[in-house]
């Protein structure tokens, strides 16, 4: 069964820190290119944040390197997403995506890459 289920997100004001996570069930998240996105009202869904099946590799988005850090960790099933000196921009709708099997690759940050999404988690900075 596929499940992703984010948590954690809230409204804090700049300069705050709020960390996501998301919780997969074994088969999404076993093996798969995990990733965050976002999006605000009006706007596409972009993509923040991704990590290889391992772990090793990360992927930002230029908007959120160097205050964005995304983790996994395998025995839980989980990938977090750090985010610090939060500001107003990034007042959005969090989605956790996991890759699939399958399916054509775009890169770690284009949401057609990814076939598993959550339902997300609202993250509002004001």
């Known amino acids: 069964d596929v499940q992703l289920v984010e948590s954690g997100g809230g409204v804090v004001q700049p300069g705050a820190s709020l960390r996501l996570s998301c919780a997969a069930s074994?088969?999404?998240?076993?093996?798969?290119?995990m990733g965050w996105f976002r999006q605000a009202p009006g706007k596409e869904r972009e993509g923040a944040a991704g990590i290889t099946s391992g772990g090793v590799g990360t992927y930002y988005a230029d908007s959120v390197k160097g205050r964005f850090t995304i983790s996994r960790d395998n025995a839980k099933n989980t990938v977090y997403l750090q985010m610090n000196s939060l500001k107003p921009e990034d007042t959005a709708m969090y989605y956790c995506a996991a890759r699939g099997y399958g399916g054509n690759w775009y890169g770690p940050l284009e949401k057609a890459s990814y076939g598993y999404w959550g339902q997300g988690t609202q993250v509002t900075v004001s």
């Open positions: 074994k088969y999404t998240y076993n093996s798969n290119f």
